[in-house]
């Protein structure tokens, strides 16, 4: 899992409700992703950020909102208006986004969401 | 829908045997990349290949890509128990895009 965490490991929420997952790293990575997963799925790309103040949406962004105030830190808040939130979620960051194609993802231990 | 597809989705082996799981995608790539996650856990970064490299090796691993197939495949040799895990493969597709994109998966099970 290297040198990301995420927050809490399980997170239960009413529905109506927003949560914010927390994601930080101290990879000194430029780019950071959410990854959303759905049981026996692969990851589908929910936001990513390749530098401080800007993010991109994904493949799946509605219902979800990011903020990248810090280098180290990407959090991700899930909103009611995420219809199927319960899924595992994960982050990653990866050293440099522009021209670093060849670049490794590290993820981190992830966060299992799951709507009451 | 997803670049990614890895074949078979489920695989079991003996230990010791050799166990290869196979992925094909859709696009062009600048490279392609195998993953492995164990059991509701984040995923490690196993091997990538550019697309304009055939064959790679690292360890017991051997990765082949094939891009007129536009399909992958990792070999794993001599099989542990502990190589029980998901395995998945990831693209980056050319262009503009420095997203990966991944794959299902191939659930592989190793019997001691």
């Not at chain 1, 490991?9 to 959410?34: I, P």
């Amino acid at each position: 899992d290297g040198g990301i965490t995420q927050s809490p490991k399980y997170l239960f929420r009413k529905e109506g409700q927003n949560v914010t997952l927390s994601c930080e790293q101290n990879l000194n990575h430029d780019a950071m992703y959410w990854y959303r997963q759905d049981p026996g799925q692969g990851l589908r790309l929910i936001y990513y950020s390749q530098i401080v103040n800007d993010f991109q949406k994904g493949d799946i962004a509605e219902g979800y909102s990011v903020s990248r105030e810090k280098k180290e830190s990407f959090p991700l808040t899930v909103t009611s208006a995420q219809k199927n939130p319960t899924a595992f979620y994960l982050c990653a960051s990866s050293i440099e986004a522009s021209g670093g194609i060849d670049n490794e993802q590290f993820f981190g231990p992830g966060t299992r969401l799951t709507v009451l | 829908s997803q670049q990614g597809e890895e074949d078979p989705q489920a695989l079991s082996i003996q230990e010791g045997e050799n166990a290869t799981m196979n992925c094909s995608y859709k696009t062009s790539i600048n490279n392609l990349q195998w993953y492995r996650q164990n059991s509701g856990r984040g995923l490690v970064h196993l091997i990538l290949i550019r697309s304009n490299e055939r064959e790679k090796h690292s360890g017991r691993l051997r990765v082949t890509l094939d891009t007129s197939k536009k399909s992958s495949s990792l070999l794993i040799t001599a099989s542990r128990a502990a190589d029980t895990a998901s395995y998945f493969c990831a693209v980056i597709s050319s262009g503009s895009a420095r997203q990966l994109t991944f794959g299902s998966g191939t659930q592989l099970t190793v019997l001691p």
